[in-house]
T-cell receptor
């Protein structure tokens, strides 16, 4: 059974810092990995999607990497801003299944202090 | 229109009530999903509809009854719920339910349910 873990569970940084969020998964047979952002009490916003054949994806100040063989992904946020404060979730889609079923990680709660 | 709209945003119901959550998208997506999220926990998949047919039921209790009347609408009918069913219910949609690389899930803002 696929298990997805994120560390740290919570992170507080001063504005302007670069930071890295980690995601690990137990079954490397994944189809893709997606990073989401969730503001308190709100829905999820998709940030980046990495296919299993890709090593990284970039969008603005965000860069996500994927090392499928070791079961790891990182989300790098450059020059953090208070508006980046949210919970960040990674989710993997298992390979071999016909259905787009995502397994979510435990999340990292990020607070960027002004 | 690139949104998934969920109504109501908040719902309080007693254990004997019958209520429904609604989800709507007009992106032409043919797969729609219900997720349940407890406080400080990740979302957990409940149901997947593909081309208006139920394709996945993650062993959800029968007091939750999904319905997909057409390709744009997804309902979740609630009956005889328990207080532990209180959670944020998230609806999502994607182009289809298959393995296409472009198959990103778009989530709604959620319906926060409280069962008294």
């Amino acid at each position: 059974k696929q298990e997805v873990t994120q560390i740290p569970a919570a992170l507080s940084v001063p504005e302007g810092e670069n930071l890295v969020l980690n995601c690990s998964f137990t079954d490397s047979a994944i189809y893709n990995l997606q990073w989401f952002r969730q503001d308190p009490g709100k829905g999820l916003t998709s940030l980046l999607l990495i296919q299993s054949s890709q090593r990284e994806q970039t969008s603005g100040r965000l860069n996500a990497s994927l090392d499928k063989s070791s079961g790891r992904s990182t989300l790098y946020i450059a020059a953090s801003q208070p508006g980046d404060s949210a919970t960040y979730l990674c989710a993997v889609r298992g390979d071999g299944g016909a259905t787009n079923k995502l397994i979510f990680g435990t999340g990292t709660l990020l607070a960027v202090q002004p | 229109d690139t949104e998934v709209t969920q109504t109501p945003k908040h719902l309080v119901m007693g254990m004997t009530n019958k209520k429904s959550l609604k989800c709507e998208q007009h992106m032409g997506h043919r797969a729609m999903y219900w997720y349940k999220q407890k406080a400080k926990k990740p979302p957990e998949l409940m149901f997947v509809y593909s081309y208006e047919k139920l394709s996945i039921n993650e062993s959800v209790p029968s007091r939750f009854s999904p319905e997909c009347p057409n390709s744009s609408l997804l309902n979740l009918h609630l009956h005889a719920l328990q207080p532990e069913d209180s959670a944020l219910y998230l609806c999502a949609s994607s182009q289809d339910s298959g393995g296409s690389g472009a198959n990103v899930l778009t989530f709604g803002a959620g319906s926060r349910l409280t069962v008294l």
